[in-house]
Every structure is written in C-alpha cells, then in structure tokens.
C-alpha cells in the first residue's frame, strides 16, 4: 500500500506499507495429442497459452473491480469508477514487476496517475500491489486483510481505480501480478 498523505497533499512524504504474500497453487499442464502421422508443435502451444493468459487479465480485473465496489457498497462508500487510461496506467506497472519478479510500489505514483493515467487536480492517490498464482478472490482477501491495502480500497475520498493485472506463466501455474491505482481528483 502506498498512498499520499491527504493533510498535504503536494507534500513529498509518502507512507508507504507494503503486504507482500505469494501463494503457489499447482497448475494444469496442457498437453496437445498430435493427429496420426504428424507431430507436435509445441510453440504454437505457447503463442495460445499467452493469448488465454491476456484473455484471462481482462476478467481477472473486472473480478477484482466488482469485488472492490461490492466492499465498499458494504462499507456505505461509493463505488469507484474505472477510467481507461488509469487502468492503462495500473497494468504498465504490473508488466514491470511481474518482468522482474520484484514486488514494488512505483517510484513515480504521482507522475503516472497524472499524465499516464489522465488525472488532475490531484488531491490524493494511492496504490496497491501484489501476486498471487490463486483467485481473483483469494487476492482480493489477501488486500483486505491487510490495514494498509484495505484502507485504500475502502477509502472515501477515492473516486476513481485503475485495475491492471499481468499473467506471467511459471514452472508451477499462472502468476497474477496486479497494481490498483486510486485516485482523488479528476479523471478521464
């Protein structure tokens, strides 16, 4: 979790809490049987495996939006609103870490929620980060069980969310690393 302290908002002083928790779950190995008399061709396997990977971030988010308003409907908070480019911005981040393999805040929160992520009149912003092999689900119950993560979930003064999940394949399943954005100010 980080997030820009509200009191001074242009203020350089950041909290930052970070929960880290990876979980590794076995994942199904997908075989192709090659037709009679031909063989395997195994890079095509891995061109389709990515092309689900990328299908499965588009619902993984949505899952973990729908998750997030639905807390904080229960909360008596508003829903948050997920701009393009914000989201955008969210999965740019994920494509850093999971490239990496190094669970970090981004150094230039600020920086991408304005200009990448076509915000303005910041008043505060905040981000999540984490990785999971499970759920959309199991991630989200690991963000609400920590303080920090779920204080920007449930924040009021948030508005708007940019959720971007990555999948990157590993020797023992699908690894799901995911950046939420949020944001008090203007968004389009």
């Not at 990876?22 to 891995?46: E, N």
């Not at 971007?164 to 949020?182: D, E, I, L």
């Amino acid at each position: 979790m980080l997030r820009a302290p509200r009191p001074r908002p242009r203020s350089t002083r950041l909290v930052t809490l970070c929960a880290a928790v990876a979980t590794v779950v076995l994942g199904a190995a997908v075989s192709v049987a090659p037709a009679t008399g031909s063989t395997a061709q195994p890079s095509v396997q891995s061109v389709d495996t990515r092309a689900a990977m990328a299908r499965a971030g588009v619902g993984y988010d949505a899952r973990l939006l729908a998750l997030i308003n639905g807390a904080r409907q229960a909360d008596g908070v508003q829903p948050l609103t997920m701009t393009k480019k914000l989201r955008k911005s969210a999965k740019k981040w994920s494509r850093v870490t999971a490239r990496t393999q190094s669970l970090r805040h981004d150094p230039n929160l600020r920086a991408s929620v304005s200009r990448r992520g076509g915000c303005t009149n910041l008043r505060s912003w905040g981000e999540n980060v984490a990785y999971t092999s499970k759920s959309a689900d199991s991630m989200f119950a690991m963000y609400m069980n920590s303080p920090g993560h779920r204080a920007n979930i449930l924040d009021p003064e948030f508005r708007f969310v940019g959720v971007g999940t990555v999948n990157r394949a590993a020797s023992w399943g699908v690894v799901h690393w995911n950046t939420m954005k949020f944001v008090t100010g203007r968004c389009r």
